[in-house]
């Protein structure tokens, strides 16, 4: 696995939107890594080949955002990251949690864990575009 200083060093390679519609706000130069769930900002072509390797490890917010930082849109950026995300349990499986708390996140009391990756995946996408709707969150049990 290539390390992330080195692959991360110097400015980043910013590319340029050809056909399509023009992004409206900075959340539209985003997108999230089926692999990881983690924002991947479509401007910066290291992060995209990053995200495209088998087992990546996830990227620091200060990579993440480096082009929206460049730009002056950090906050922007930052303001509307992604609330929830994938991670592994350890087990061979996933659980959607808050990407804020680490927390597991619940819906009608039911935990979201012990998910198949795709699962996963489709599950952060629906929660992310609120048509499935979190429980209020709490507090992880005293045993973690």
Not at 50 to 78: C, F
């Amino acid at each position: 696995m290539p390390d992330i200083n080195e692959w991360f060093a110097g400015e980043p390679i910013i590319g340029e939107q050809i056909g399509g519609e023009p992004a409206r706000t900075e959340r539209d130069h985003f997108y999230a890594c089926l692999q990881c769930g983690q924002d991947v900002d479509k401007r910066d072509l290291a992060q995209v080949l990053w995200h495209e390797q088998p087992m990546h490890e996830r990227l620091p917010d200060k990579i993440v955002y480096r082009v929206s930082n460049a730009t002056g849109m950090m906050e922007e950026a930052m303001e509307n990251k992604a609330k929830y995300e994938k991670t592994p349990s350890g087990d061979g499986t996933w659980k959607v949690v808050d990407a804020d708390s680490d927390w597991v996140v619940t819906v009608d009391g039911m935990p979201l864990d012990d998910l198949e990756e795709v699962e996963a995946d489709e599950t952060v996408a629906l929660v992310d575009a609120g048509e499935i709707t979190p429980d209020t969150p709490q507090a992880p049990p005293k045993d973690r």
